[in-house]
């Protein structure tokens, strides 16, 4: 896959991607991270990008000509074209997958005060959002939708780290995890996690996932199918979480 990300900051994209598993990716062959500085295609005498925003108001507004020019220079025939916008669509694990198909991304990150709406119109653009919450720009946006991207490649994850398991993937919140030592400020691990009987660990996982779900963010139940098992164990986590509340 490769990915360009037109920008105004290309240092930030040099950095994160070429530390751990994005950086691994990369020079494995799995996927290219282009930072191109869209004001290097301005026209102006400047080469200046924003402009005030006719009609009024605060702030500045980046202006059509520098992007439409990088964006044709950089486009490919299969290239898919996102721009990063709180006004987008919400990203979520199922539209990474959707991305994580494609062979060429094109990343548009705005900053101040937005983007002129000519730039979204004319290149047909897919317009993501994080979340609902404002940042200063399109860039750290970027960089979460290139991550979360890029590990759904296949082969960019060892069996390992398969992302099969993760929350999100599976419907559920992941369980906890613990690692040595075995006592920790008066803290055990679970006894289970060492008994060496898989099927018991296995079987303590799910319940720990339904939980932690159950508890944190039941939401993500509406649409989980649960199986018989799970009606079971949710039974007992609600008999054992009303009883954890009367002894408090
Ligand atoms: Cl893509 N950009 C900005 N500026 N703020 C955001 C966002 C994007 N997604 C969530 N908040």
């Known amino acids: 896959m490769k990915i360009d990300v037109l920008t105004l900051f290309p240092e930030l994209f040099e950095a994160f991607s070429a530390e751990s598993i994005l950086g691994r990716a990369q020079n494995a062959g799995y996927v290219t991270i282009n930072p191109v500085d869209f ?11 924003d402009e005030p925003p006719f009609g009024g108001g605060a702030g500045m507004v980046i202006g059509p000509q520098p992007l439409i020019d990088a964006v044709a220079d950089v486009r490919t025939e299969e290239a898919s074209i996102i721009l990063l916008s709180p006004q987008g669509r919400k990203f979520s694990q199922e539209v990474a997958q959707e991305l ?32 609902d919450y404002v940042l200063t720009g399109g860039e750290p946006a970027a960089l979460v939708v290139i991550d979360a991207v890029t590990r759904l490649i296949p082969g960019v994850l060892g069996n390992r780290e398969s992302a099969s398991a993760d929350s999100f993937s599976t419907g559920l919140l992941e369980h906890p995890h613990y690692t040595r030592p075995r006592e920790f ?11 060496g009987n898989h099927k018991e660990i296995e079987l303590w996982r799910h319940k720990e996932s339904l939980r932690r779900t159950f508890k944190r963010r039941p939401d993500l139940l509406n649409s989980y199918s649960f199986s018989e098992q799970d009606r079971s164990l949710i039974r007992q986590i609600v008999a054992e979480e009303f009883d954890r509340l009367e002894q408090d």
């Not at 290097?40 to 990008?49: G, L, R």
């Not at 691990?189 to 060492?194: H, I, M």
């Open 185 to 195: 400020m008066g803290n055990s691990v679970p006894d289970v996690l060492l008994s």
């Open 39 to 49: 004001r290097s295609y301005s026209t102006d005498k400047h080469n200046s990008v």
């Open 100 to 131: 994580a198909e494609k062979e060429h991304l094109i990343l548009i990150c705005g900053h101040y005060e937005g983007i002129d709406e000519r730039v979204s119109m004319l290149l047909g653009a897919d317009e993501v959002s994080i979340g």
